[in-house]
């Protein structure tokens, strides 16, 4: 049951995003913590809410995974997948191989501190290319400033 939920969670968050989540320990050990919780609310209740913040991060920032899975959607998970195989191979190995992989442990406040690292340093670069704009178009209009007292003496 952990398994299905696994791939689940996997599934909807390249469905909402477009794109497959890293091979990444912290992030396949936060995927589990999120399924094992997920089997309990599932076993009381019949559904899960399922939430993990931050579970990646881009230039385009935070990603977030927020999805409610049901009972009957984990236990016919297997029956759909056979009869609906998708067309991307990579993400299904790619489940398989990060699932078979999670002996493999990383603290998770240490993935998100290089994510932050990564972006601050992308802002610093981006402040420096404005500062330079800045500094270049002054010198310009200084310039035309200066012609132009120049040219009609006023100055």
């Known amino acids: 049951m952990q398994n299905n939920i696994v791939k689940i969670l996997y599934q909807r968050f390249e469905s909402l ?11 396949h050990k ?13 076993n009381k209740n019949g ?14 920032g935070p990603k977030h995974l927020m999805t409610l899975i049901k009972k009957d959607e984990v236990e016919n998970f297997n029956i759909f997948a056979q009869t609906h195989q998708t067309s991307n191979n990579s993400s299904s190995t790619f489940i398989n191989n990060v699932h078979n992989n999670s002996s493999q ?5 240490n993935y998100l501190k290089s994510i932050m690292l990564k972006r601050d340093k992308e802002k610093r670069s ?3 290319s404005s500062t330079l704009f800045l500094l270049i ?3 310009i209009l200084g310039g035309l400033f200066f012609a132009a007292s120049q040219i009609f003496g006023l100055f």
């Open 17 to 27: 995003y477009g794109f497959s989540l890293p091979n990444n320990p912290t992030v």
């Open 30 to 42: 936060r995927i589990n913590e999120a399924a094992r919780k997920a089997i309990v609310d599932i």
């Open 47 to 60: 559904t899960a809410n399922v939430n993990i913040p931050f579970i990646h991060a881009d230039k385009n």
């Open 105 to 109: 442990e990383s603290d998770p406040t």
């Open 126 to 128: 981006e402040n420096k």
């Open 137 to 139: 178009l002054i010198l």
